[in-house]
T-cell receptor, first 109, second 114 residues
């Protein structure tokens, strides 16, 4: 059975204080690892896809990286508008995304 | 605007009511999904429609019944629900063949069962 664990559950940062979110996974036949952002009262919004270990993707202040067992979402000099819940979801041979519980990020001005 | 529209946004129903959630996608995708999101729990896949074939999570109770009349519309019919079914129900669309995990979600229907 595919499993995903995200840590920490919640993270509070000051504006400009960089940090990383972790996604540990156990998946049979990884086809890709996906990151989503979810704002309160809204559905998740797609951010990145990573396909193989060593791959990196960047978007503004966010950079996602992938190893064989983990993915990290690095946030550099965050702003209050980066506050959201970040979800990771590997896609394996079962052909369905397995979502983690998410990390709730709060960036204080 | 994600291209996926869900109605109603909020729904309160008694345990004996029958109601339906509606989802419409304008993205030309060939797969549509229903997810359940409960507080402090991961997104739970309930149903997938791909090329009109339905795949379901075997743990979904029969009081939830999906319907997909065409590739743009998806319904979730609800009857004799329980209070523990209160949650945010999210519809998503995506492209399969080739399979991609890039899904586009609606804003959800917040369901409260009294």
């Amino acid at each position: 059975e595919d499993q995903v664990t995200q840590s920490p559950e919640a993270l509070r940062l000051q504006e400009g204080e960089s940090s990383s979110l972790n996604c540990s996974y156990t998946v049979s036949g990884l086809r890709g690892l996906f990151w989503y952002r979810q704002d309160p009262g809204k559905g998740p919004e797609f951010l990145f896809t990573l396909y193989s270990a060593g791959e990196e993707k960047e978007k503004e202040r966010l950079k996602a990286t992938l190893t064989k067992k983990e993915s990290f979402l690095h946030i550099t000099a965050p702003k209050p508008e980066d506050s959201a819940t970040y979800l990771c979801a590997p896609l394996g041979s079962a052909r369905q995304l397995t979502f983690g519980s998410g990390t709730q990020l709060t960036v204080l001005p | 605007e994600t291209g996926v529209t869900q109605t109603p946004r909020h729904l309160v129903m008694g345990m004996t009511n029958k109601k339906s959630l509606k989802c419409e996608q304008h993205l030309g995708h060939n797969a549509m999904y229903w997810y359940k999101q409960s507080a402090k729990k991961p997104l739970e896949l309930m149903f997938v429609y791909n090329f009109k074939e339905q795949t379901e999570n075997n743990s979904v109770p029969s009081r939830f019944s999906p319907e997909c009349p065409n590739s743009s519309h998806l319904f979730l019919h609800l009857h004799t629900l329980q209070p523990e079914d209160s949650a945010l129900y999210l519809c998503a669309s995506g492209q399969e063949a080739p399979l991609t995990g890039e899904l586009f979600f609606g804003e959800g229907s917040r369901l409260t069962v009294l």
